[in-house]
């Protein structure tokens, strides 16, 4: 978060009381096993070709050992993909394809 300096011109002290501003969010990396879908690319895609309307809420649940329910929830507001791209296709080693996408986003909420 940016804090601006103010200080008004008839304060009796001379200090500045410091405002908070703008927030800024560095990128959200997320990384998968290649599965064969789309889905990422196709939003990443979008995004390329210009449509302005490709914005999502992006929400990412922690689930408890036993898979019941959440025990935290990031909701990452007005998201969209900057970065697609796909670990070195070597056929011969024995690493898994890993696909990756980078968002960018407004805002986040955590539950």
């Known amino acids: 978060m940016q804090v601006v300096e103010y200080r008004s011109g008839n304060d009796k002290d001379n200090s500045v009381h410091k405002v908070p501003s703008t927030t800024e969010y560095t990128n959200l990396i997320l990384r998968r096993g290649v599965l064969g879908a789309l889905d990422w690319y196709d939003w990443w895609n979008q995004v390329r070709n210009g449509d302005q309307g490709a914005v999502r809420n992006v929400v990412i649940q922690l689930q ?6 959440p025990v935290l929830t990031w909701k990452f507001l007005h998201a969209r993909p900057v970065g697609h791209q796909y670990s070195p296709l070597i056929g011969q080693g024995p690493d898994v394809l890993i696909e990756s996408l980078e968002i960018a986003f407004e805002r986040v909420e955590i539950e």
Not at 64 to 69: I, N, P
């Open 64 to 69: 408890d050992e036993a898979r019941t329910g």
